[in-house]
T-cell receptor, first 109, second 115 residues
Framework: LAKTTQPISMDSYEGQEVNITCSHN???????ITWYQQFPSQGPRFIIQ???TKVTNEVASLFIPADRKSSTLSLPRVSLSDTAVYYC??????????FGAGTRLTVKP | SAVISQKPSRDICQRGTSLTIQCQVD?????MFWYRQQPGQSLTLIAT?????????ESGFVIDKFPISRPNLTFSTLTVSNMSPEDSSIYLC????????????FGSGTQLSVL
């Protein structure tokens, strides 16, 4: 099971781009990289998922280098409502259910 | 995607009693997961519940304390038995759904306080 390491916390200001990096040195060939967002008093919510290179959707981009030992979640032009905890999960369909510590992002006005 | 209804949303219980948390999904799913999240902490997987078989518990969690039922493909319950204040936490139900089944979807959680 690939262990993940993320910064415990990050601060940003409204309108800035935020990049959160996750390290997963022992990622396996079949593993996907998935990011979730959690607001207080809610369950985590799926943001984005990728296997390699770059993935973009309406809320974020995910950058994965060729060696796949890390990944970076990029949130463009954050707002106060993006203040949340962000979790990186690495695994395949059989073992991707365990969460790491997550990154607490605080967006300031 | 999957829509998950979890209840109760919160409860305050007395020490030594038990609480059963229900999780209803709007579609049939093979695997359901139960998590615990203590204040300010990440999620900890309690067990995986497959329909028609015994739940698989993670290290540190036992069936006598957290019995799970999975009577069909859309429903599961988690019981927190013989509660103590240390069981005060948020309990979350989750399913894997979507193309290739790679995404987790969560209920809104049950906030449990044990006095």
């Amino acid at each position: 099971l690939a262990k993940t390491t993320q910064p415990i916390s990050m601060d940003s200001y409204e309108g800035q781009e935020v990049n959160i990096t996750c390290s997963h040195n022992n990622i396996a060939t079949n593993d996907y990289i998935t990011w979730y967002q959690q607001f207080p008093s809610q369950g985590p919510r799926f943001i984005i998922q990728g296997y390699k290179t770059k993935v973009t959707n309406e809320v974020a981009s995910l950058f994965i280098p060729a060696d796949r030992k890390s990944s970076t979640l990029s949130l463009p032009r954050v707002s106060l409502s993006d203040t949340a905890v962000y979790y990186c999960l690495v695994g395949d369909n059989n073992n991707d259910m365990r969460f790491g510590a997550g990154t607490r992002l605080t967006v300031k006005p | 995607s999957a829509v998950i209804s979890q209840k109760p949303s919160r409860d305050i219980c007395q020490r030594g009693t038990s609480l059963t948390i229900q999780c209803q999904v709007d579609s049939q799913v093979t695997m359901m997961f139960w998590y615990r999240q203590q204040p300010g902490q990440s999620l900890t997987l309690i067990a995986t519940a497959n329909q028609g078989s015994e739940a698989t518990y993670e290290s540190g969690f036992v069936i006598d304390k957290f019995p799970i039922s999975r009577p069909n493909l859309t429903f599961s319950t988690l019981t927190v038995s013989n509660m103590s204040p240390e069981d005060s936490s948020i309990y979350l139900c989750s399913v894997r759904s979507g193309l290739g089944n790679e995404k987790l979807f969560f209920g809104s959680g049950t906030q449990l306080s044990v006095l």
